[in-house]
């Protein structure tokens, strides 16, 4: 037997609330979220730490009551969902099959789908580092998983691979829970997590952050005993003799995220080369019509308070599409990231949907006073002075449609 | 002469302050505030977990609901770490008061109903 919802929901974590949350605000009235962890919330329940809302709520606060306030105002609202679902497929026609110990296997017929599904951390094997294959070497969120909510310690003697923020975020966890936590490495010579992670993870606790520097080794038995420092040079080649060796019970990886789209490749939706999310227009939407997708499952963020905003977007979005207020699929402005800009979200724009466009984007590494330059078909429309552009920092711009017409839109950082 | 990386925005300017507390190297009137502030009476929040019987989870995530001094962390994990809760509790629950008497309580940051 088909159920029948408006909108699926799937993930019930920051973007996913929020993004039920908004349909529902536009008058959305069938709606549900499918999670597959015991409760809602996403990763945002293992993030304990602070920081979090200063963006959404004016306020700080850490990941799990930010997550609460979500929830809360879920509940004021009548959308379902339910957990410890997990969704096996969707299909272009907006069938959503799930499972979980309640329902046994169910396929829900929708209106419109938002795919919120967050993302996974890259591992050991992404990277190939070279070596034993021991205990003791895990992903930075994982040890943040088993430590948070688990109530394990991963380590006594840790160090660190890559200088992403949730590395940083365990240093400093690790070091409170009683471990020594011996370096944090990082291959660019630049680090790619927030500056006050640095500053508060880090350096508050003497914490040396070995830019330049990777694993050259993993050594040991049954568990991790020691690691091979190896420093590089501009093109990230070893320099022999300037290897160090440290001795450790722990190696946590924090060594970049990658949106988890397992869904939405298996039915051939199209997917970015940077991002890794799908590939989307101004409405969120997919290679697919009805199929949104929004969060880390559609390009990574740094900031939660973006994931929710982004969200919010998608319910709009979605709620548009369902009401048939978004039927016209061809678009007429393309994306180009150009010199300096990693990428651009989203890749392509009808003009006819939107009164204003959001653009999301990365610069590929870090620049000091330049400008930013917005072309269209080749002519300049705008230049705009930024004091600095750092890859760890996701920026953005909205530009209003009267500005705009159809034809390639490109975005490129200038010297000043 | 002491140094600092700014952290009031992502530009992470490096600061210096002298011993008559004048900041160098800021770029705007925010940082020299931070600067100051780092130089003088450095505070931080702490976030942790504790024990909690429940049948949903094992780790109730807490903090500080004002900044302590910094130099006061690892006293504070130290408190923290004695304690053991049950449920339900609330988000935003004083689990103690005053910690140390430093002027901050350790709440609750998670709801758990049983």
């Known amino acids: 037997m088909m159920i029948h919802y408006d909108l699926v929901v799937i993930g019930g974590g920051s973007a996913g609330l929020a993004a039920a949350i908004s349909a529902y605000d536009q008058g959305i009235r069938k709606i549900i979220i499918l999670e597959k962890d015991p409760y809602l919330g996403g990763i945002l329940l293992q993030c304990i730490h602070n920081g979090f809302g200063l963006h959404q709520f004016k306020t700080e606060m850490s990941g799990p009551e930010y997550a609460e306030k979500y929830i809360e105002e879920l509940k004021t609202r009548a959308i379902e969902y339910r957990t410890t679902a997990m969704v096996l497929k969707i299909t272009p026609e907006l069938e959503v099959h799930y499972s979980n110990a309640n329902d046994g296997y169910q396929i829900i017929k929708a209106k419109a789908i938002i795919c919120a599904t967050g993302c996974s951390e890259r591992t050991r094997g992404a990277i190939s580092i070279p070596g034993d294959r021991v205990a003791g070497v895990m992903t930075a969120g994982q040890a943040q998983r088993y430590l948070n909510i688990e109530g394990y310690m991963v380590g006594k003697k840790v160090f660190i691979l890559g200088s992403g923020d949730i590395g940083l975020i365990m240093a400093r966890r690790m070091v409170l829970e009683g471990a020594e936590v011996l370096g944090v490495a990082e291959i660019m010579p630049y680090s790619n997590g927030l500056n006050r992670n640095i500053v508060q993870c880090l350096q508050d606790y003497h914490i040396p952050l070995y830019l330049h520097h990777t694993v050259k080794k993993i050594i040991g038995k049954e568990r991790v005993e020691k690691i091979i420092l190896g420093e590089v040079d501009d093109n990230f080649q070893f320099i022999p003799g300037h290897d160090k060796e440290f001795v450790i019970d722990t190696l946590l990886l924090s060594v970049g995220l990658i949106p988890s789209n397992p869904l939405l490749e298996n039915i051939g939706i199209a997917i970015h080369p940077k991002t890794k999310g799908p590939i989307v227009d101004e409405s969120l939407q997919t290679s697919i019509p009805g199929i949104f997708a929004c969060g880390n499952g559609l390009h990574v963020h740094d900031l939660v308070d973006f994931v929710s905003g982004e969200g919010e977007r998608a319910g709009i979005f979605a709620s548009r599409y369902i009401k048939g207020e978004l039927q016209a699929k061809q678009e007429n402005l393309i994306l180009e990231a150009k010199n300096g800009i990693s990428y651009i979200m989203p890749s392509k724009i009808n003009l006819n949907h939107v009164d204003q466009v959001l653009l999301s984007f990365r610069v590929a590494k870090p620049y000091l006073n330049v400008y930013l330059k917005v072309s269209l078909n080749g002519k300049e429309i705008k230049k705009i002075k930024k004091l600095y552009l750092l890859p760890a920092e996701m920026e953005s711009l909205v530009l209003n449609k009267d500005i705009l017409q159809a034809g390639t839109l490109t975005l490129e950082v200038l010297d000043a | ?114």
């Open chain 2, 1 to 114: 002469m002491r140094k600092f990386i700014c952290i009031v925005c992502p530009k992470g300017c490096h600061l210096e302050v002298d011993d008559q507390l004048k900041v160098t190297g800021n770029s705007c009137k925010r940082g020299e505030t931070y600067g100051i502030s780092e130089a003088t009476n450095p505070v931080r929040m702490v976030t942790s977990t504790v024990k909690i019987k429940s049948e949903l989870i094992t780790r109730l995530p807490v903090r500080t609901d004002q900044p302590i001094p910094k130099s006061r962390i690892f006293d504070v994990m130290a408190e923290i770490n004695k304690l053991e809760v049950t449920a339900p509790v609330a988000i935003k629950d004083v689990l103690i008061a005053n910690v140390l008497g430093l002027g901050s309580n350790i709440i609750a940051t998670r709801t758990v109903e049983k």
